[in-house]
């Protein structure tokens, strides 16, 4: 079986990393295509060296762009890939513009298209990763979903037939890492100046658009964050930087240290350290839950409504509305003490993935 993987932005490497891991043990052919949506070595050489993932096979540099020019490039770029490799299976990740591409390329060539992490469901139609997600589901041929929610809302969508129950890919590669954390295989990370790493504090991240693109909404969360009574190292993506920068934004302000995006087993063991997480994004989310450590989510809603679950995740679409007191003591809050069960799956959905593509290819 020869299976091509399409990924392009930082999560998606992410999830590729077992993937990769599980087909390395199989007489499998697994073919590596990155978009190059994401270029800076931050968001995609350090994932590739520091997880282990084979280089990738094809190049498509893509670059930033609109989302109708990043998605038109991947998908134009793709025809001439397909037609030489033509896979058995074009496994699409998650909910970028790649993802979105990669799976219109294949079909439109009569390629069988797989979904990793299909299924999840924001309803929020201002997202463009929700437009992603609904369109990669309706058009792939089989729904490798990573929990019983995502599950029923392909069946609420009349896709259950090509659904599969996988797991989430997170799952294995955060638990790994942990573990190799917790047993002193990866050097410190490289917090952000004023970071104490050895006294409370906050990691927080920010890159939706929703929160970063209008100058008013971008300045009031960050003075939520700077007010706040712990140390906050904001790990600054790009795009926060780029809106920052061009609507003369400090992101440095009051609790607030800023430091670059790190390195998975770093994030993990930032995580790891910190008192608490605040975030949008949906992968943090997620690794905050696995790793015990209280969410703080800056979102009007969730894809991953199973860490909202005993107040593991808290959803706090505007921070800057609420008083400043409730505000602290909700992203200051300890970990809940409820149990967090493994709504995820236990650490071994890369295995059933290549289990589902194999059987697929058979039935
Ligand atoms: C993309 C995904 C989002 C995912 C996120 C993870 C889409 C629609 N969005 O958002 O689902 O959660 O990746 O990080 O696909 N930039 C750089 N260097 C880079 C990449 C981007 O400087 O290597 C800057 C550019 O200014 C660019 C901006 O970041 O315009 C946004 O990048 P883009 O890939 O469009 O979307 P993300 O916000 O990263």
């Not at 043990?25 to 050489?45: C, N």
């Not at 498509?60 to 490799?85: F, R």
């Not at 797991?167 to 638990?175: E, N, P, S, T, Y």
């Not at 004023?194 to 990691?203: T, W, Y």
Request: charged share 20%; with cysteine; proline share 8%.
């Amino acid at each position: 079986m020869k299976v091509l993987s399409v990924v392009g932005a930082r999560p998606q490497l992410v999830k590729l990393a077992p993937i990769a891991a599980a087909f390395a043990g199989t007489p499998h052919q697994h073919v590596i295509v990155h978009t190059g949506q994401h270029y800076d070595a931050d968001l995609s050489d350090v994932f590739f060296d520091g997880l282990g993932i084979p280089a990738p096979d094809v190049h498509l540099g893509v670059g930033s762009g609109s989302h109708g020019v990043q998605t038109g490039a991947v998908l134009a770029a793709m025809d001439k890939v397909l037609e030489e490799e033509r896979p058995d299976w074009v496994l699409v990740y998650g909910d970028t513009n790649s993802t979105v591409a990669g799976a219109l390329s294949a079909v439109k060539m009569h390629l069988p298209v797989a979904h990793l992490e299909a299924g999840l469901r924001s309803f929020n139609r201002r997202m463009p990763e929700e437009h992603n997600r609904v369109l990669t589901d309706h058009c792939a041929d089989l729904l490798l979903a990573p929990t019983e929610e995502a599950m029923r809302h392909l069946a609420n969508e009349g896709l259950a037939e090509r659904s599969r129950l996988a797991g989430d890919v997170m799952v294995d590669i955060c638990l790994r890492i942990r573990d190799a954390v917790a047993a002193g295989e990866h050097p410190a990370p490289a917090l952000p100046p004023g970071i104490d790493a050895g006294a409370p504090f906050l990691l927080a991240t920010l890159h939706r658009p929703d929160n970063t693109d209008d100058p008013e909404r971008l300045s009031a969360i960050l003075a939520s964050l700077a007010g706040l009574p712990v140390p906050v190292a904001l790990l600054a993506h790009p795009r926060l930087v780029a809106r920052a920068k061009e609507h003369g934004i400090e992101l440095e302000q009051g609790s607030v240290h800023v430091g670059r995006p790190l390195p998975y087993a770093g994030l993990i063991a930032a995580v790891m350290a910190s008192a608490g997480v605040v975030t949008d994004s949906g992968g943090l989310q997620k690794e905050t839950f696995l790793l015990g450590r209280a969410c703080t989510t800056v979102r009007p809603e969730t894809e991953w409504v199973e860490t909202l679950e005993g107040g593991w995740n808290v959803l706090v679409p505007d921070p800057h509305r609420l008083p400043a007191a409730e505000w602290s003591a909700l992203a200051t809050r300890p970990a809940p003490q409820a149990p967090r069960g493994t709504p995820y799956g236990e650490g071994t959905a890369a295995v059933r993935v290549v289990e589902l593509l194999e059987q697929g290819l058979r039935g």
